[in-house]
């Protein structure tokens, strides 16, 4: 948890506090000496929910184009993996 900020700074700074500490991505809020809430920009939780929306899309997408070209969803997925195994050389 690198951008931390304890619930009594919120208290005492208010929501000012969270918004100088959401400068540098998600907020994670400390209660009693534990993690206790993660606050988000409102972008950054756009982003994490559509997230789900967009890999759906596009293995539609690529599944569509798959079976016009007779490719099976397996067939795929073991060229997407002899990818990315050379992405790391």
Same mark, same amino acid.
Request: aromatic share 4%; hydrophobic share 35%; charged share 35%.
């Given at each position: &948890? *690198?951008?931390?900020?304890?619930? $009594?700074?919120?208290?005492?700074?208010?929501?000012?506090?969270?918004?100088?500490? /959401?400068?540098?991505? +998600?907020?994670?809020?400390?209660?009693?000496?534990? +993690?206790? %809430?993660?606050?988000?920009?409102?972008?950054? %939780?756009?982003? &994490?929910?559509? /997230? +789900?929306?967009?890999?759906?899309?596009?293995?539609? $997408? /690529?599944?569509?184009?798959?079976?016009?070209?007779?490719?099976? #969803? *397996? *067939?795929?997925?073991?060229?997407? $993996?002899?990818? #990315?195994?050379?992405?790391?050389?």
């Amino acid at each position: &948890m *690198e951008n931390t900020i304890t619930a $009594q700074e919120i208290k005492r700074r208010g929501i000012s506090a969270v918004d100088e500490a /959401l400068r540098h991505g +998600p907020v994670h809020v400390i209660q009693r000496n534990r +993690p206790r %809430y993660v606050i988000l920009s409102e972008e950054d %939780y756009r982003r &994490m929910v559509d /997230l +789900p929306r967009a890999r759906s899309a596009l293995w539609n $997408q /690529l599944l569509g184009a798959a079976n016009e070209a007779g490719r099976s #969803r *397996e *067939e795929i997925d073991e060229q997407l $993996q002899e990818e #990315r195994g050379s992405w790391n050389r």
